[in-house]
């Protein structure tokens, strides 16, 4: 397992004019904790110099405060020493529902106000000194009643603000058992003859021998566009929607789904050059997509579907494997697969590193109250993953919640 991508590590030198007010002082250190949307734009040139991945893009990031009805206002924490910026953490205050599962099964919810930090919203030097500095603020935060819950998501385990999170709140306040899972990304070589020469023979005579009979099944009527540009997007939306309403993705209720915020976000995308949406078609119906981001030279990949009914022919890893031969013409790195483990990625991974969710409570009623009911559930889904993890018994249980969130959304649109 390799180390986690690191952020840019340099202090920029870029000084903030309104940085006197609304500072803690520790030290020589000092924090200030951002609140408005002018607060943000008074540091955008510090956000930039370091932003590294496009979640964490600050216009992005605006636009989620504008267009999320659960934001309630920008919560970023900026660390000064000797007055320039060394580190950043990037996240919002919001009222958010908040749930335990089990696997896919829900244990309990409710709603509270809840900072929420972004992923890769941690910034600049994130040495064990300013990790520390980083979360006591955070801490602060929750002490002084501004939230019950701060939420972190999928940090690198091997990090210095890992261990600050899970070590420095106190005892009935920290997060006793953090979400783990496996973080993928695969190396894009120069042509795209060496993404198959990499997999095992076995593989590679697999992949031919799907596509074949895939193609063979449609006459021949198998083609694959890729959507990126402003003028496009309506059709696209179309064509993914047919595909992303028969998937479990909808009826666990997540995934891709067209509504005006995926919309919005979509057109931002666009407009900046990272969108990248691949669709399979067979005999003209839309039967898979791959959706993401190019930024830089990374392909930053977000939603994935497929029609079921075509689920013997393997459509999403003949589209995958396609979009491959695609970005690595474009001049593209390396695939990010993003959040989530999956057969497909490990298949094709060749790098990976292990990230975790992680929370703090308030030391106050409703704070310890969310952390003492949580506990017990989260406990159970480690001791159950770990009894199970050499066993295909796990896998065999998220197949059939799979299925079955299929078989619901199918059953859901024949009925409509």
Same mark, same amino acid.
């Given at each position: 397992?390799?180390?986690? =991508? @690191?952020?840019?590590?340099?202090? $920029? ?7 006197? %007010? ?18 943000? /734009? ?14 964490? !893009? ?15 206002? =920008? ?25 335990? +599962? ?19 919203? $941690? ?13 006591? !603020? ?28 899970? @070590? ?6 920290? !997060? ?25 023979? %076995? ?15 449609? !006459? ?14 309506? +059709? ?23 509504? $005006? /915020?995926? +919309?919005?976000?979509? $057109? ?51 589209? *995958? ?6 970005? &690595? ?27 975790? &969710?992680?929370?703090?409570?308030? =030391? ?28 295909? *018994?796990?896998?065999?249980? %998220? %197949? ?17």
């Amino acid at each position: 397992m390799l180390a986690a =991508p @690191q952020t840019n590590l340099k202090t $920029q030198g870029v000084q903030d004019p309104t940085m006197a %007010k609304a500072m803690k002082h520790s030290g020589g250190d000092s924090v200030k904790v951002i609140r408005s949307l002018e607060e943000v /734009e008074a540091i955008r040139d510090i956000w930039n110099s370091w932003q590294w991945n496009p979640n964490a !893009d600050i216009e992005f990031y605006l636009h989620v405060l504008r267009t999320n009805a659960k934001v309630i206002r =920008p919560h970023v924490v900026v660390l000064y020493r000797d007055g320039l910026p060394v580190a950043m953490l990037v996240g919002r205050l919001m009222m958010e529902s908040i749930h335990t +599962r089990v696997g896919y099964a829900l244990w309990f919810g409710g709603r509270t106000q809840i900072l929420t930090f972004i992923y890769a919203g $941690q910034a600049g030097d994130l040495s064990e000194q300013n990790s520390r500095a980083l979360v006591a !603020d955070v801490v602060r935060a929750l002490r002084n009643g501004e939230a019950n819950r701060a939420t972190f998501r999928f940090i690198a385990t091997e990090s210095h603000f890992f261990r600050a999170l899970t @070590q420095y709140p106190g005892f009935f306040t920290r !997060d006793h058992f953090p979400q783990k899972q496996i973080h993928l990304k695969m190396d894009l070589p120069q042509s795209a003859e060496e993404i198959y020469s990499r997999l095992s023979s %076995k593989v590679r005579k697999n992949l031919k021998w799907q596509g074949k009979k895939l193609i063979e099944a449609f !006459d021949g009527k198998v083609r694959i566009e890729c959507f990126r540009r402003p003028g496009e997007l309506e +059709r696209m939306f179309e064509d993914v929607e047919q595909v992303a309403e028969k998937s479990y993705h909808r009826g666990l209720g997540f995934g891709f789904v067209d509504n $005006q /915020e995926m +919309r919005e976000r979509v $057109q931002l995308e666009s407009q900046k050059g990272w969108f990248r949406a691949y669709v399979l078609y067979l005999a003209d119906h839309p039967a898979a997509f791959w959706i993401g981001n190019v930024s830089g030279r990374t392909f930053h990949s977000g939603f994935l579907g497929y029609d079921n009914v075509h689920g013997r022919y393997s459509p999403g890893i003949f589209l *995958i494997t396609k979009a491959f031969e695609k970005l &690595c013409n474009e001049g593209v790195a390396e695939i990010d697969f993003g959040l989530g483990d999956a057969e497909y990625k490990r298949r094709f991974g060749s790098s990976s590193w292990e990230e975790a &969710c992680v929370d703090i409570f308030a =030391p106050r009623l409703k704070g310890l109250m969310i952390n003492a009911l949580r506990s017990p559930a989260l406990l159970t889904e480690v001791l159950i993953k770990r009894s199970l993890n050499n066993t295909q *018994i796990m896998a065999r249980i %998220k %197949k059939l919640w799979r299925n079955r969130a299929t078989r619901s959304v199918q059953k859901g649109s024949t009925a409509a």
